[in-house]
């Protein structure tokens, strides 16, 4: 990696080259190094110009274990979620040593368990305006008008989060249009200048194309299992999508290739302290005691800064730091539904307001259809799970607007997850719908800074709000440069734009004719690995020339995890080697995305992850066969609950 200070540039190569040496006077140009690229063979790519380089690969996960043991840190990051992942990067952009760890894996909780989307808020839009929401006739609408100042604010700054949340990875991000059936005339101005309100508000930033009203006609023919009864036309307006588990995943690796150490899987026992008790004014939190989960080891993180990213999990840390504190997260079970892929057109979404205020998404993702959410109060869990009223709830409101029905045997797939739902002054914590979704940067004795609140689009600025306040707060960090991740770009996104001049499609014509993939397969990897899919590749191919080797035609068979998927068991082999992952959880949930698009299909793959998996980790029987219980475990909840 090549790093210029002045310029924030990234490039993801080494300036040796086959031919003409493009990086090497890029090198000359730009003189700070901040990580050199792995000289693994393996990781050589050729350029779209010819020349070729090495990319990135991250240090093993032993390595960084043993950086975390011996050195002393100027920040500590408790939590591997979007927020906490957001915070290692933002601060070792700054030039402060930093380290993170995360109880179970990268995106494990709620960073894993949401719409999918990047998006400024729908439903906070109408609140600004709106006393209740959604209003029932033409009275209603004037009988309930209002503004909401702070609610325009939480959309202005998600919407300027997501445009960056776009350019940063837009290999793997991309504007989804969602249609908002109409079924009354009256409705139709209101939702025109509704979305013409969101793109106004987005400004030059907005990085979508701008809404627009089509006619019955034209709705029926984007979205035909849109019920055709009693509409009106729709309005058609723009967010961004993601894969959100993987992102989480490359704003970790990309922390970890500008400096910062990390380790999943590694539990905070308690935190360190000096100067006495908390009530005393010398206290002060100067790291933590971790365990490793998986080999039982016990050390202590030493840093001059604790900043506590847990989400739903955020009052366990902050009492840790002091039993007093009062605490301010609300958690809030979400719950999301995967059916088949027929239920929704391949690139068009559907946004309604249901009977009771909510907003519900029926969107086309990942060669499925996504449904969701609810908004219930719930107690704080490592595994919330859907329950049937909850899928009920989602499977009449998609009924009540689809001409095509669904029941409960379209299910793949159900699961929940927990919003961390900051608890505001004179808010009634029982009706989650009115607490804010807004970040908080609390700051509680000893100086343990806890980021609260907020959502996946926001969680560049919520990092960056979380190192400023460490940086004001704490004398030790006076060398921190200012915030570099306004324009930052994710590893695999071709930041020097030599791979494949940010031309995505580039990589997929190079895993089709040169690899001689599938094109499901191809699309598949580019827009979950970017410019890292031709790594991948590389080991898919690895793989299949020793089975090329027993069969007859001698032709490249690269095996799927699933007939109905396109992951390919070498991304397996990818994410032990690569990509951190160490349980077959991490896999099938979180490195591959098949737990959560098909939970049957998730566990008739569950033996061959196993089977690769402690062969490439060295697993014994008695480890395997704990991976498998609790595998299985979690697949139960990730299915349609039976009661």
Known sequence: TIYH????????????????????????????????????????????????????????????????????????????????????NDAALRGLKTAMVEMDDFASGTSSKSTKLIHGGLRYLAL???????PKSPLDLIMNLHYDHSMMQVVSHDLYERAFMIQSAPFMTTPLPMMIPI??????????????????????RRSVPESHFISRSEALYQFPTLNPEGLKGAVVLYDGQQNDTRMNLYIALTAAQNGAAMLNHTEVLHLLSTGGKPDSETYKVTGARVRDRHTGETFDIKAKQVINATGPFADTIRKMADPDVTEI?????????????????????????????????????????????TDIKEALSTQPSCTLKEVDFILDECNRTLSRPMNHSHVRAAWA????????????????????????VDVVRGN??????????????????????????????????????????????????????QTFDKVVVTLREKYDMDKSVAKHLMQNYGTRALLVAKVAEEIASVDKEKT??????????????????????FACRQEYACTAVDVLARRTRLAFLDSKAAETALPRVLDMMAAELKWSSKRKEQERKEAVTFLESMSMPLN
């Open 329 to 373: 997260i609300v958690p809030a079970k979400g719950s999301h539904l995967i059916m088949p892929d027929h239920f929704s057109p391949d690139h068009m979404g559907c946004v309604w307001f249901t009977q009771d205020g909510r907003v519900l998404y029926l969107l086309p993702w990942e060669g499925s259809t996504i449904a969701g959410t």
């Open 448 to 501: 343990l800074i806890s980021i609260c609140g907020g959502k996946w689009t926001t969680y560049r600025k919520m990092a960056e709000d979380a190192v400023d306040k460490a940086v004001a707060t704490n004398p030790g960090l006076s060398h921190a440069t200012a915030c570099a991740t306004h324009d930052l770009k994710l590893v695999g996104a071709d930041r020097g734009g030599l791979v494949c001049n």
């Open 552 to 573: 007859k035609d001698h032709a490249f068979r690269y095996k799927r995890l699933a007939t109905k998927y396109p992951m390919l068991e070498a991304e397996v082999v």
């Open 183 to 204: 079924k009354h005339y009256w409705e139709i101005p209101m939702m025109w200048i509704s979305g013409k309100m969101y793109d106004f508000i987005a400004g030059s």
């Open 128 to 134: 600004a305006f709106q006393k209740t929401i959604p």
């Open 5 to 88: 200070k002045r310029s924030n540039i990234q490039f993801e190569g080494w300036e040796q080259t086959a031919t003409e040496n493009k990086l090497g006077r890029m090198r000359s140009w730009f003189p700070y190094p901040k990580a050199e690229a792995d000289t693994t063979p393996t990781n050589w790519v050729q350029c779209d110009d010819g020349t070729s380089f090495n990319l990135y690969s991250p240090p093993s996960r032993e390595d960084m274990k043993q950086r975390i043991r011996s050195e002393e840190f100027d920040i500590l990051v408790i939590g591997g979620g979007a927020t906490g992942s957001g915070v290692a």
């Open 417 to 440: 997850g927990l919003r961390p739902l900051v608890r505001a002054p004179g808010a009634d914590p029982n009706d989650t719908k009115k607490l804010a979704r807004d970040h908080v």
